[in-house]
Nanobody, 124 residues
Framework: QVQLVESGGGLVQAGDSLRLSCAASGRTFSSYSMGWFRQAPGKEREFVAAISLSGAITYYEDSVKGRFTISRDNAKSTVYLQMSSLKPEDTAVYCC?????????????????WGQGTQVTVSS
């Protein structure tokens, strides 16, 4: 089992940057593919980004490509989401998720473990 704890959210202005962190505990972090998801008020949860076991392969939702960067540090059991050029429509609760093993399509992988989330609010 893996426990996930996010941090780094906050209130920022449009155009600002934030870095979210997701610290994992439990079994070997490097055996888990990781993803970031978000849910805005009144909307369904949506995929944001994902990263493979080693970090060599990354995936992004179209609206964040070029603005967000996902990375991981397996030695620290942590996955990051660097967010730049933030927009008001990025406002949401951001959660990290983990799935054991390798998947060719991390957008639709069966993520099993989820964090509680961290609020990101972007003002215009």
């Amino acid at each position: 089992q893996v426990q996930l704890v996010e941090s780094g959210g906050g209130l920022v202005q449009a155009g600002d940057s934030l870095r979210l962190s997701c610290a994992a505990s439990g079994r070997t972090f490097s055996s888990y593919s990781m993803g970031w998801f978000r849910q805005a008020p009144g909307k369904e949860r949506e995929f944001v980004a994902a990263i493979s076991l080693s970090g060599a392969i990354t995936y992004y939702e179209d609206s964040v490509k070029g603005r967000f960067t996902i990375s991981r540090d397996n030695a620290k059991s942590t996955v990051y989401l660097q967010m730049s050029s933030l927009k008001p429509e990025d406002t949401a609760v951001y959660c990290c998720a983990a799935v054991s093993g390798y998947y060719t399509n991390l957008r639709q992988a069966p993520y099993r473990y989820w964090g509680q989330g961290t609020q990101v609010t972007v003002s215009s």
